[in-house]
């Protein structure tokens, strides 16, 4: 579980900067055809949580960004990416990020 630096309230950023790198999961010569980013509330209360999450999942190559903007400050927000490759596995990276004020 990777743990993502705070974001501010009023940031819209791609956290974790790099991206969420699948490399790793992948076989020789797989590619990831689709992502979908969600985000959960681990602790705090927001009663949309995933309104954090900004547009859709942008791939490149093995490696997975997305845009998170707005939030509740002192809310921290589980994120799940998952993909699927061109051989049909389904990879999940998990993050968690926490709002706070400007």
Do not use: C, N
Request: a negative charge; aromatic letters at 6%.
């Amino acid at each position: 579980m990777l743990i993502l630096r705070a974001k501010y309230l009023s940031e819209t950023a791609v956290l974790p900067r790099a991206g969420f790198d699948f490399t790793s999961g992948l076989q020789s010569g797989e590619t990831l055809i689709s992502a979908t980013t969600t985000a959960t509330v681990y602790s705090g209360t927001d009663p949309g949580p995933g309104s954090i999450v900004d547009g859709p999942p942008i791939i490149s190559g093995s490696v997975v960004t997305q845009l998170f903007t707005a939030g509740i400050v002192g809310v921290i927000y589980k994120i799940a990416v998952k993909v699927v490759t061109s051989l049909s596995q389904i990879l999940e990276k998990e993050a968690y990020l926490a709002v706070i004020s400007d």
